[in-house]
């Protein structure tokens, strides 16, 4: 059934505007956990993936042709402007992204190209469009892109990191350096969330994943300004959703960096997050992903234990607190949005 | 110059008495960033430096010969009781312990052992006996045990974990294996922490180190019972530090457990995290161990960052927010302990 882009619960809830229910979608819906996915992945890499607009767009709608999300997100990867920028990277076998050049030294940052996202990453506008065609209006299309600070991380420690020694390291000790590699990357990402924007997405998230390393200062000083900077160059308004994991004391300052939504992990309370926030911005998560292996049993009292703490407020965001893990059974997602739909339609007063 | 033991500015601070300046220790302060740690280090194995009385007492005096600490910490490992327990484990290179038999039913959590630390671990008991008679009562020796959760982790995942997936699994789907488990580990660590005492520690730390992945519902329902077991389990009372990472929702929870003093990372801000416990514990932290790898002027600032927080209240014990890191350079240690001496002699109107 096709809808007005008003009607959408999932947008309605970004704008804190009464929905008749909770909306619900989960970061990397589209992944590993489905068979068909599965099935995709033998024949091409995650990277053919990405880039193959007619894959990408078959992969969002695999999630979306199983349960009743109330958003898709375009499949793609929060790496995927870092190639025409000049870093070159793979996805090793149960590793994750390796850069086999890590960038460490001023030169090498100068010499990061600009990107013309329309013609860089062509294949992402083009699956955006074949999506949007597709969704025919039923439920609102999300893009979204990493922050400065988690792409910055992955280009200086080529790869996940676990102290993060060598991005702090410039932070601390090659400021000037670390400044041209933000201002870069910052101008980067307006230019690929607008892009995603004009291409048809309704909503994006930024995701500010490994963030949660420094301490609020470091991330005051070295990366809200960087944050800000992107969340303020999208031109056409559209709502935004800015995530990060470990980062319960970073919130009142990712809220000043900007954002429609802030979405939280699991490690908090999200009532107490929520208070703390204020309630002028929307919330989403925050359900464990380890909760949805677990029995039935577990995820009712996990959802209603949510749902109990944001107490009917308008402006949530039903959600994973960090990505859905791989050994996940299909038909406890199918038993999550089912739930969530059916217990928030029946106690969120303040909402109807 | 011997003190007696109402002296030592670090077992004043514990228990929120007034001193001369803020007491420094650092975790981790016995290692590899030490020349004289890594030559021995090159003919004994971690394990074996931990299990030869002379060994360990050595390497727990060498930061100590170094630097003015204000308390020493028994060198030893958080692992230590599980293989008394009937666990086998190895350091492997590079890796963390691995444990080659995980363990995760019922059965082979009630074939643990309990243990008679006299007996069992009777390494860890004569190097602490050998360190006080070294130590001639110049700064007290702390003796300290991984909490249960941390514990209960290593044994279920194997080692090391990204997502905690087992852990977790048990507390949801096996909680009567859980509740034994956990039961047990609180048992042994109660023996072994009153052994240490017993063998002449002046305080004690427990390391919870992992449980900042859960959840603070799961922490009060699976965790925080166990934890107050084992601190209310010591019978002779002595200062007694609850620290754990990633921790800051946790916090309050924490304290509840119980500890005299809440040890904080760097990814709070110490004053608030206080102001958050309540004045009527102590703290301990909360300095980036990345930043010890930076220049001078950035450890000066930091520096003078927390102790700024802390604003001259009593009951501040300075130290890293986790392990000193293997490259941080020794001079920088040196500096910082001065640095923290000096600058809170002069700054902390409350003490004097």
Known sequence: MKKAEEEYSFLKACQRQPTDYTPIW?????????????????????????????????????PINRFKLDAAIIFSDILIPLGPMGVKFEFAKGEGPVFHHPLRDRKEVEKLRMIEPEEDVSFLMKSIQIVRAELENQIPLIGFC???????????????????????????????????????MSEVLIRYLNAQIKAGVQAVQVFDSWVGCLSPQDYKEFVLPYSKKVINGIRKKVPLIHFATSSSTLLGLMKQAGGDVIGVDWRVDIGEAWARLGYDVAIQGNLDPVVLLGPVNLIKKEVKEILHRIGGRRGHIFNLGHGILPNTPVDHVAVLIDMVHEFSSKVRPERR
Not at 35 to 62: G, H, I
Not at 154 to 178: A, F, P
Request: glycine share 6%; aromatic share 12%; proline share 3%.
């Open 26 to 62: 989960l970061m990397r819906q589209a992944g590993r956990y489905l068979r068909e996915y599965r099935a995709l992945r033998k024949k091409y890499s995650f990277l053919e993936m990405c880039k193959n607009p007619e894959l990408a767009a078959e992969v969002t709608l695999q």
């Open 146 to 184: 990493g922050a400065p600070f988690t792409l910055a991380s992955y280009i200086i420690e080529g790869g996940h990191s676990k102290n993060y020694i060598l991005t702090k390291g410039m932070m601390y000790q090659n400021r000037s350096t670390w400044d041209v590699l933000m201002e870069k």
